[in-house]
């Protein structure tokens, strides 16, 4: 079983920050991908940052010099530290991974969280 676990949601005021982390735990041989989601009410849900296991990193255009990712590999826990919140950055964030829980296995499997709040008033 694998399990992902976000926490570090919350509400803040506009211009505020909040660092979101997820956290890998079960049995996982190895991740590829790490991925924040995140889903505003009564819209898709979008790529907000994702970084890979090398540590190359993207971002939506609409958080860009705003929001940052890092990883721990060894901890298999990854983070969004998000700065200069916006109302419009209010959602329910999603973390993800593309990961194998066997060695012989060759296709990664992408596996999420339960997602956390994140509320900014203005």
């Known amino acids: 079983q694998v399990q992902l676990v976000e926490s570090g949601g919350g509400l803040v005021q506009a211009g505020g920050s909040l660092r979101l982390s997820c956290a890998a735990s079960?049995?996982?041989?190895?991740?590829?991908?790490m991925n924040w989601y995140r889903q505003a009410p009564e819209k898709q849900r979008e790529l907000v940052a994702g970084?890979?296991?090398?540590?190359?990193?993207n971002y939506a255009e609409s958080v860009k010099g705003r929001f940052a990712i890092s990883s721990d590999n060894a901890k298999k826990t990854w983070y969004l530290q998000m700065n200069s919140l916006k109302p419009e950055d209010t959602a329910v964030y999603y973390c993800?991974?593309?990961?194998?829980?066997?060695?012989?296995?060759?296709?990664?499997?992408?596996?999420w969280g339960q997602g956390t709040q994140v509320t900014v008033s203005s």
């Open positions: 970084i890979t296991s090398s540590g190359s990193s």
């Open positions: 993800s991974a593309d990961l194998r829980t066997r060695p012989e296995f060759n296709t990664w499997f992408r596996y």
């Open positions: 079960g049995n996982i041989f190895a991740i590829n991908v």
